[in-house]
């Protein structure tokens, strides 16, 4: 196991032009992998016994010219779709995308500004001061067991001023449009078509028209799988030439997809499909129709009854089954569980990164104050701004390498790994990603650490404290 964990870090050895560049990423992967306490890069040197001389270096590191954050991001979507456990559904790996919010209190902190929780749990704030990111992640899957591992994480929103300053064209691009181009450019990093899992929130006319423009541009690389909702409206396909003057019409009679459950209601089909992990018995109807006023895009709807729930999913992809889109959809809220292991197990968010350059964040102001504030700071301070923009979007990548290397041992692992934590019955076969990361802490320093063998090993061990001090410190303590 710690062999195969060690190989896939060397992977990205190319990634960095700097040797010590690459041995502080492996160590921070490392230590995000195994540590307990959350307290950002302070932690990463007490989880591996890092000599606290070293502090400012692993600060430093983040900073530095020495890695490229797309570099990485491409290294370990290759990792990943060569691992041999990428879900598929006719032949294409099946991906899913999704914006997280994450408070922050720091009020130099990149990016920080005022968003609202569209989350219905009672236990979120409606407003909130803090960061956003989108991800996209793949389905991984082996036994029977999914996950979704986080392929690429970065900001979202907020950073339109900050991106700019770094290079980032896209920057100034909304949440749901940047994430279709994200999106594609992993796929075209995988090299192979795949399908794009998203909520019902990225079925909107800005991400339609992204998805058409790569469409024309490309070719039929991404399919689009998402959810409609109960006031979407769709088109009948125009009436042919009436021999009456004027361009011919663009879009039919307008339906009222909500009303289809009622109206055509003895046209539902019954079959059986998946959901999460359960067979189950369902009534669909499947519509095509134009989409989208003035853009008119062709979509499959599939207006699905299961129980007392009626759903509408819709699908770029004209010829995909309705049982397959159905299927599809339900794996949609791995990214979500994603979400929560990111931060409750790996504490992906626990970076402290703030410049003194950027002004003081204000909670009483609105975001377009601040943003108006960012623009003013002075163009030698402008730097600094930006380092530690690339430093926060660097530790939580890092975080998603430390995660999805948790997953893939899990899926490779797990049989051997999956006997403790269980106060009684076993209940699954594969282990989930906190209990791989248990199992991890108790082997790291016995199975790892002490074999020569290990590239990691020797990583490890030049930064931290030489052993004639820890025991004069040892002695002191009686």
């Known amino acids: 196991m ?30 995000l992998m195994l ?44 990792i990943v779709f060569k691992s041999g456990f990428v879900y598929r559904v006719a032949g294409k790996p099946v991906t899913v995308g999704d914006g997280v919010k994450k408070s922050k209190e720091g009020r130099k902190i990149s990016c920080v500004k005022k968003l609202h929780q569209e989350s ?31 392929l690429s994480m970065r ?12 290079g980032d064209e896209k920057a100034e691009y909304s949440h749901v449009v940047r994430l279709i181009y994200e999106a ?16 019902s929130y990225f079925l909107s006319i800005p991400a339609m028209e992204a998805y058409k423009i790569l ?26 030439r009436t021999g009456k003057r004027g361009a011919p019409r663009k879009k039919g009679k307008k339906v009222k997809l909500i009303e289809l459950f009622e109206s055509e209601k003895s046209s539902f089909i019954t079959g059986k499909v998946n959901i999460y992990g359960k067979c189950e018995t369902v009534s669909y109807l499947v519509k095509d129709l134009l989409w989208g006023e003035g853009l008119y895009i062709k979509l499959r709807f599939v207006l699905v009854n299961l129980g007392k729930k009626k759903v509408i999913l819709v699908c770029t992809d004209l010829f995909m089954s309705p049982l397959h889109i159905i299927e599809l959809y339900s794996k949609r809220f ?20 703030w410049s003194t350059a950027a002004p003081k964040l204000d909670r009483f102001v609105k975001n377009v104050v601040m943003s108006e504030r960012l623009a003013a700071v002075p163009k030698e301070m402008q730097s600094k701004i930006v380092s530690a923009y690339k430093a926060t979007e660097g530790f939580v990548m890092m975080a998603c ?40 802490r108790k082997t790291f320093f016995r199975k790892s650490c002490f074999k020569s063998d290990l590239e990691i090993a020797s990583l490890i061990q030049s930064v931290q404290m030489p052993d004639d001090e820890v025991n004069s410190q040892l002695d002191s303590c009686g």
């Open 120 to 150: 219905e749990n009672s236990g979120k704030a409606e407003y909130i001061h803090g960061q956003m990111f989108g991800a996209v992640g793949v389905i991984l899957n082996n036994f029977g067991k999914f996950f979704c591992c986080l």
């Open 155 to 166: 900001f979202h929103d907020g950073n339109e001023v900050v991106g700019k300053w770094a």
């Open 184 to 199: 594609f450019a992993i796929f075209v990093i995988a090299g192979v078509p795949s399908i794009l899992l998203l909520d």
């Open 401 to 440: 390498i430390a995660l999805g290397m948790l997953q893939l041992v899990s899926l490779l692992f797990g049989e051997k790994i999956n006997v403790f934590r269980w106060l009684r019955t076993q209940r699954n076969i594969l282990p989930s990603e906190a209990t791989a990361a248990d199992f991890m």
């Open 2 to 31: 710690w062999k195969y964990v060690n190989d896939t870090l060397m992977q990205f050895r190319k990634c960095f032009s700097r040797e010590k560049a690459f041995r502080w990423f492996a160590v921070t992967v490392l230590a």
């Open 215 to 240: 469409t024309e541009q490309h070719g039929n690389f991404m399919t689009i799988v998402t959810r409609g909702t109960a006031i979407n409206v769709a088109f009948e396909e125009p009436p042919g």
């Open 334 to 353: 791995k990214i979500e569980c994603s979400f929560r292991s990111f931060n409750q197990v790996i504490a992906g968010f626990a970076s402290r990164f």
């Open 35 to 78: 540590w307990l306490e959350h307290d950002g890069v302070t932690s990463i040197i007490r989880t591996l016994g890092i000599n606290p001389n070293f502090y400012e270096n692993l600060v430093h590191f983040f900073h530095a010219s020495s890695w490229k954050l797309d570099s990485i991001i491409e290294c370990w979507v290759r």
